[in-house]
Structures are given as C-alpha cells and as structure tokens.
C-alpha cells in the first residue's frame, strides 16, 4: 500500500535557526497537504499543494511539491516558539474518497 | 468560523463495551473521515464516507467498527466491542468538495481510554 514517510522525526532547534522536514512518498501524488499539531491538539491544515514544481510561501514557511509530485518539503525561517508542535505530511492519490495518507510527522521543539 | 465539533472529549469504557463517538462536520461538507491516532503515533486513516455510503476504508476498520450519518449533521463512529488496542485519540475530519482538493477540516478529537 501507499506509504508516506517524513524525516526528521524530531528536531530540537534554538529560536532563530532554520527548520526543514521532508516528506517522501512511495507512489506518485495527486495532491499533498501540510498539517500542524501542537501539543495535545489536532491537526490544522496549513496547505494545500498540487502542481508538479509548486512552491507556496505563508510568512515565514515554504512549501515545496517535487517534480515528481512524489516528494515534498516545509521550511521555516527564524523559528519562533510559537512553531513548536508536529507538522505532518499527508498524500492523496486522487480527490474521489479523498484519503490522506499521513507520514510519521516531524516534532520541533524551539529553545527560546 | 465552522469548525468540526466532536463529543465527547473523553470516554473512558470497559473492555467489551460499545462506544459511539459522535461528530458534527462543517454544514456545507460533502466527505467526511474517521481517523485514529495512538499516543506518539501519526494519524492514521480509518474511514471515508460519502453520499451515505462509505467510499474508502483501511485494514484498521474490521468488523467491530462502523459509521453512521443518522440525521443531517451527526457522523458517528461506532465500535462495537472494545479493545484495550483500540485506546488513542480518534479525529473526525470533514471536506467541502472534489474542487477543494484533499483539505480536511479536523475536529478537536475524543480520548478513547479502554481499560
């Protein structure tokens, strides 16, 4: 079956660094989306990515889908400790039943 | 802003007992989902229903579960016969339209505890 997997699955940073997680998919997406879960809550959407190439900015966060719309990446410039939580990647083969398959998340914690 | 709302929060049952978690999806949604997610774990998809019907479901979701959408706004997820296994955290989501994409909406989730 599909699998969606995402690396790091932590990372410790000090405010101000650099944050990066990528997301690598076994097959071929139709879609990809980016969730964010802090501590004891759920996942809120951030984005939604479906262009081959396609790279979308939301202050300091960049989304990039692969070429191959099987890989995709979050980068976040000057960490603040406000983006502490677990972001997670989730695949779509198609938009019929619209199942998402999640990776394992990344886990960020900012040292203030 | 609509949001997913769920009840209960937390639910804490004997093994072998039913628990019905209940969840009321953004009015104007057409697709709504199940998932679960073990203290620790990622999200994992349980199930997907659409027009009454469900359209996709995973190997989690054997025999013992089942969904409902009894009237206009409920969606509810029902586990006949519990397992300690099946404690975690179980999210309904809810999406617009085929044109929205994959975007789901999450609800803020119920704390299954089985003991």
């Known amino acids: 079956g599909q699998q969606v997997m995402q690396i790091p699955q932590y990372q410790h940073v000090q405010e101000g660094e650099d944050f990066t997680t990528y997301c690598n998919s076994s097959?071929?997406?139709?879609?990809i989306q980016w969730y964010k879960q802090r501590p004891g809550g759920h996942p809120v959407f951030l984005i939604q990515?479906?262009?081959?190439?396609e790279v979308k900015k939301q202050k300091r966060l960049t989304f990039q889908f692969g070429e191959a719309k099987k890989n995709s990446s979050l980068h976040i410039t000057a960490t603040q400790t406000t983006d502490v939580g677990t972001y997670f990647c989730?695949?779509?083969?198609?938009?019929?039943?619209?199942?998402?398959?999640f990776g394992d998340g990344t886990t960020l914690t900012v040292k203030p | 802003e609509p949001e997913v709302t769920q009840t209960p929060s937390h639910q804490v049952t004997q093994m072998g007992q039913e628990v019905i978690l209940r969840c009321v999806p953004i009015?104007?949604?057409?697709?709504f989902y199940w998932y679960r997610q073990i203290l620790g774990q990622k999200v994992e998809f349980l199930v997907s229903f659409y027009n009454n019907e469900i359209s996709e479901k995973s190997e989690i979701f054997d025999d013992q579960f089942s969904v409902e959408r009894p009237d206009g706004s409920n969606f509810t997820l029902k586990i006949r016969s519990t397992k300690l296994e099946d404690s975690a955290m179980y999210f309904c989501?809810?999406?617009?339209?085929?044109?929205?994409?994959?975007?789901?909406?999450f609800g803020a989730g119920t704390r299954l505890s089985v003991l």
């Open positions: 989730a695949g779509a083969l198609n938009t019929n039943a619209g199942k998402s398959t």
């Open positions: 989501a809810s999406r617009r339209d085929v044109a929205a994409g994959n975007i789901q909406y």
């Open positions: 097959t071929t997406l139709s879609n």
């Open positions: 009015s104007n949604h057409l697709y």
């Open positions: 990515l479906v262009k081959s190439g």
